[in-house]
């Protein structure tokens, strides 16, 4: 195991076979009206790539990237890159890393249903429900797997900017982020 790995949650076999999972009811889902897939960097990007090949129906790829930013009086997000398609009418899917406070999530789906899509559903990999900021109630229309209250990094997600290129999810040791 990588150093600074505490132990490993979810192995790259079941992760996998998660996606196909998963991939398989969004191609009947998605089979007639040709989505537009919305990654939301840079977290996303190992399952986005595994999940787009498992919808086996006519889709349309975009991402957009936000950040978080910490005013005077408030902290909020902000649009660094925005997507490039025009989604008015279409029927949009985002693909996230991770549902955690929520922020981030409810952030991209009010920008997004600004746009004026037809339908907007939402697949994160995983939910962590316990971290979720009181009087957030969107809902994750597709997860991957519900994880308890850990830091964990690997398959896209990171700690500092590292680890994001691990196989499978695991948890760091405390002492990582203690340091
Ligand atoms: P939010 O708190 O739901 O807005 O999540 C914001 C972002 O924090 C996610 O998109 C991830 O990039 C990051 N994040 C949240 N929890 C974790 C974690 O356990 N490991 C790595 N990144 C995380
Ligand atoms: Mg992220």
Redesign the pocket.
């Known amino acids: 195991m990588e150093q600074g790995i505490d132990k490993i949650l979810l192995t790259e076999e079941q992760i996998q076979t998660r996606v196909r999972e998963l991939g398989a009811i969004l191609t009947a889902e998605y089979a007639d009206k040709n989505p537009v897939i919305v990654g939301v960097l840079k977290?996303v990007v190992v399952f986005y790539a595994d999940m787009l090949r498992q919808i086996k129906a006519p889709c349309q790829i975009d991402f957009m990237w936000i950040s978080s930013y910490k005013g005077t009086e408030s902290s909020g997000m902000t649009v660094r890159q925005d997507i490039t398609a025009d989604i008015r009418g279409r029927h949009v899917l985002i693909l996230?890393?991770?549902?955690?406070?929520?922020?981030?999530?409810t952030f991209t789906v009010e920008h997004l249903l600004a746009k004026g899509p037809a339908s907007l559903k939402i697949c994160t990999l995983l939910d962590?429900p316990e971290r979720r900021k009181p009087g957030i109630t969107l809902q994750a229309d597709y997860v991957g797997f519900t994880i308890p209250n850990e830091?964990?990094?690997g398959y896209g997600?990171?700690?500092n900017e590292q680890y994001r290129n691990l196989p499978y999810v695991g948890i760091l040791k405390p002492e990582v982020y203690q340091k």
């Open positions: 977290g996230e890393d991770i549902y955690d406070t929520g922020n981030s999530l962590k830091f964990v990094v997600l990171d700690y």
